[in-house]
């Protein structure tokens, strides 16, 4: 049977059933658990790191900005911008956790079961990322225009999006849509096709089935892939983070995607496009093993079994 040919799972969870909807739904939570709180964390690197990619003078180094925006505004300045990352990383991680849980079956399982595993984790991931990126967009956008604008262009959430929506209507959430995938969908086919790779890797290097593992193990072992995938996934999406924050600071009115880009890459460079990697890595790595983490403990705490490595 397929469905043991991928997973190589013990029996199904006490009170859920695997591949049901309610199982799928806790996949959903799961995400919004690892994600929302992890990224808002991350906040005061997030900070930084846009406001450098928008304008490279604008600080000397990574610490010299935390010490300038702590001394002028205290801690809430350093992490400003949480309120839209909170919401649409919550959001997105619901979306991207939930929905490749959901593809990863309807393709491994209904659609394509002999098709090559990575295969179906990269076009899993990638449809996952595709619906979730549409809810996380709005709130992407009021962050970076939040965070790279001095002064602020809105001090929360609810003006931002009020001031958005009345100056430009809905559509001026989504003009940053099409980089948005370009970052996002990458950024996801690494991190869920690596992760699972790694994972499995890893315990065929440790010589035991996956099963013969505590839970803590196993959970130490996804931290451990997790870490491995977010600097595989903060590498390849750089460049389109880069110009992610660009376009919603530096948008002109009426002006088309492509054109905005062009501009952009004529003024920056390719060079330009690198800006922040290295802070991006530290973030994004570490953002990604958490994220690991807390979803397989939660799934442990419902009595489902952790991901990959079968």
Known sequence: MAATKMEGRGPPAKGIELYSGTYFGACALGG????GPTHTAVTPLDLVKCRRQVDPKIYSSNLSAWRSIYSAEGLRGVFFGW???FVGYCFQG???????????????EKMFPNMNKTVVYLGASASAEFLADIALCPFEAIKVRMQTTLPPFAPNLREGWNKVVQKEGIAGLYKGLYPLWARQIPYTMVKFATFETTVTY??????????SYSTL???????????????????????ADVMVSKLNSDRKAGESAGKAMSRIYGN??????????????????????F????????KVYLGLPTTGGH
């Not at 890893?202 to 099963?211: A, R, S, V, W």
């Not at 193990?217 to 460049?239: D, K, M, N, R």
């Open 217 to 239: 193990q196993q959970t130490g072992v996804s931290f451990l892939g997790g870490y491995i995938a977010g600097i595989g996934c903060a590498a390849i999406s750089h460049p």
């Open 32 to 35: 919004i658990i690892a994600c």
């Open 94 to 108: 619901g979306g991207k956790y939930g929905f490749y849980e959901t593809f990863k079956y309807l393709y491994g």
């Open 202 to 211: 890893i315990y065929k290097t440790l010589g035991k089935p996956k099963e």
């Open 83 to 85: 309120g839209p990352t």
């Open 268 to 289: 920056v460079g390719f060079m330009g496009l690198w800006n922040g990697l290295p802070v991006r890595i530290v973030m994004i790595g570490t953002l990604t093993a």
């Open 291 to 298: 994220q690991w983490l807390i979803y397989d403990s939660f």
